[in-house]
């Protein structure tokens, strides 16, 4: 799904997601819910920052898998910036976190190329311990 690239775009997706999850078993405010949101969230608010270009929208796709593993990718037209490690965050800085929270949740983590046209998803997963319902 496409969402502007705009600060404006960040809540959206949340309530894309925390839909999906509600649809496939996982309700609102489950800790699946809320873990997945928050990911969401920190990787929404990444690509507004740094992965944004005028004009152009970004993308999430939420898939369930068999294993009982969600992945989330979010999607940018930029691919000249990619981030390649977890930064360290300065302590006393309000910022510069986004990363660090989603490799502390996130099963998994990473950054590819983006599918179908230039810039770069990065992508999360979830193990939620039983499969999708819906």
């Known amino acids: 799904m496409s969402f502007t690239s705009t600060p404006r775009g960040a809540r959206?997706?949340?309530l894309f997601v925390a839909h999906c999850l509600d649809t496939w078993g996982?309700?609102?405010?489950?800790?699946?819910d809320e873990t997945l949101t928050l990911i969401t969230a920190?990787?929404?608010a990444s690509v507004v920052r740094h992965g944004r270009v005028p004009g152009r929208d970004f993308h999430v796709r939420l898939t369930a898998g068999a294993n009982?593993?969600?992945?989330?990718e979010v999607s940018d037209t930029?691919?000249?910036r990619r981030p390649t490690v977890v930064p360290a965050a300065d302590p006393d800085a309000e910022s510069g976190r986004g990363l660090l929270i989603v490799a502390a949740l996130a099963a998994g983590w990473g950054v590819t190329d983006r599918r179908?046209?230039?810039?770069?998803?990065?992508?999360?997963?979830?193990h939620t311990g039983r499969p999708p319902t819906g």
């Not at 996982?26 to 699946?32: A, F, L, M, R």
């Not at 009982?68 to 989330?72: F, G, H, M, T, V």
């Not at 179908?116 to 979830?126: I, N, Q």
């Open 116 to 126: 179908g046209g230039p810039g770069r998803t990065v992508w999360a997963t979830l």
């Open 68 to 72: 009982s593993e969600l992945r989330l």
């Open 26 to 32: 996982h309700p609102y405010d489950s800790e699946v």
């Open 12 to 14: 959206p997706t949340r």
């Open 78 to 80: 930029r691919g000249e």
């Open 42 to 44: 920190d990787l929404s």
